[in-house]
Each structure stands twice: as structure tokens, then as C-alpha cells.
């Protein structure tokens, strides 16, 4: 028996949501899958969520007005429910098989995507402080999971996190764009010219946004950001 197959017995997936036998040799059974809210219909842009028969390459409102400074985001789920509870799991329980599923599903997303591939994955720095509180940073393990699956490298010391900015939650767009400006830095030199920027879920947008900022300056020619989720 290979080590794969003793864990596998040892520790048979099992759907995070509804304990069922997982499917595909993932924590999710195939009824669950089948449910998730998957942002299909979205902004080519910022993958904001949309309603309606939308043409290839449609844009959100936002868009059409001011481009992001990221070139395009892929977000695999909309932050609807069941969503909220698998990412709950990942950040705050500590609980990595959520953050595992969420990587591959974010991963089955990408490959459907057409390239350029980047040449490396930049997960969201934590702050020290907060890092220190939680244990582990959910953007990296997510990360981890696609450099896995789809054979990409991690960089996860060119960027830091400088400032320990207060929560985003209950702010506004402009509060947010003011809390997280000048919060990261990069470190060193910087080799790379197409990168993605990797979060858990984007919500307006602004901290991706401040980060892709700092990397464009930084030398970045191409900045995506792939995320499990999106807020609608
Ligand atoms: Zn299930
Ligand atoms: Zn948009």
C-alpha cells in the first residue's frame, strides 16, 4: 500500500458540509458540488458576480468606468451560502481540509480559464500580529494547494505585510481603500513580470487592488488574483 492509500483509509474524505462519503477523493460529496453557488456569470474584469445572459468579456458598471489595477480575477464561488461556512472553516477554526477543498476547486476554475499561466503565486500577506493570532495565514494554504495542483511556484517573502490595519469587515469602499493604503511592502528584489495575487474571498476589492498597486510599482507587468470566492 502506498502512504496516498493507507491515508485514505485511515481518513476516508468526508463532505465538510453534510458528512456524507466525500466524491472525487475530495472532502465534498457530489450533491454538495452539485449546489455550490459557482460565479459562472461574472465581470471579465474584477469577476464581480452578475445577473442575466451576459455576452464574453462583459464588464461590470465599475469597469466600464475605472479599470482595477489587476489585469483580471478569477473567483471560483460566489460568497453565498454554503460558501461563507466553508471559508469560516478555513480561516478561523483552523480546519485545512477546508482550505484544501477550497484550493481545488479554485484550481478546477483556473484550468478552465485561457492563459497566459503566471510565473508565480502571491498569496495576501498577514500582519506579523495577526499571523501570530491565528496561527496561519488562509491565503497561503490555499495557495499551497494550487501550486500543487497546477505546478506553480509560491513567493511568499517578496511582500509584506507593513501595517496591522484594522478589519475590513463593516467599512466602506472608501473607509477600505484609506485603512489598507501603504499596508504592504515589497522586499528585495523583484524578478517577476506576471503574477497572481491569491486570497481567500475578495469583497470590494481594495486590499487586492492596494496590493497590485505595490507590485505593478514594484516591477509587475501582469497582476491577476485568483480567489476562492466573491462577494456579490
Ligand atoms: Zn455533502
Ligand atoms: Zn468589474
Not at 461574472?42 to 465599475?62: F, K, T
Not at 495575487?197 to 470590494?204: G, R, S
Request: aromatic letters at 4%; charged letters at 20%; proline letters at 9%.
Amino acid at each position: 500500500m502506498n502512504p496516498d492509500s493507507i491515508i485514505a483509509a485511515l481518513f476516508p474524505p468526508t463532505c465538510i458540509l453534510c458528512g456524507a462519503p466525500g466524491a472525487l477523493a475530495r472532502d465534498l460529496c457530489g450533491g454538495c458540488a452539485a449546489e455550490l453557488p459557482r460565479n459562472r456569470q461574472c465581470c471579465a474584469r474584477c469577476a464581480l458576480p452578475l445577473d442575466g445572459h451576459l455576452p464574453d468579456g462583459a464588464l461590470c458598471g465599475l469597469c466600464q468606468r475605472r479599470a482595477p489595477p489587476y489585469d483580471r480575477c478569477i473567483a471560483a464561488l460566489r460568497y453565498e451560502n454554503p460558501v461563507p461556512t466553508l471559508v469560516g472553516a478555513a480561516k478561523f477554526r483552523g480546519r485545512l481540509n477546508a482550505a484544501r477543498l477550497l484550493g481545488q476547486l479554485l484550481a478546477d476554475r483556473v484550468r478552465c480559464e485561457p492563459g497566459p499561466w503566471p510565473q508565480v503565486l502571491i498569496p495576501v500577506p498577514l500582519h506579523p500580529s495577526r499571523l501570530g493570532e491565528r496561527g496561519y495565514n488562509q491565503a497561503l494554504e490555499i495557495a499551497r494547494v494550487l501550486a500543487r495542483e497546477l505546478a506553480l511556484p509560491i513567493d511568499n517573502h517578496v511582500c509584506e505585510r507593513v501595517a496591522a490595519t484594522a478589519p475590513q469587515a463593516g467599512l466602506d469602499e472608501h473607509a477600505r481603500r484609506r485603512n489598507i493604503r501603504g499596508a504592504f511592502a515589497v522586499r528585495g528584489p523583484f524578478h517577476w513580470s506576471h503574477v497572481v495575487i491569491l486570497d481567500d474571498v475578495v469583497t470590494t476589492g481594495s486590499t487586492v487592488a492596494e496590493l497590485a498597486r505595490v507590485l505593478r510599482g514594484a516591477g509587475a507587468r501582469r497582476v491577476e488574483v485568483w480567489a476562492a470566492a466573491r462577494t456579490p
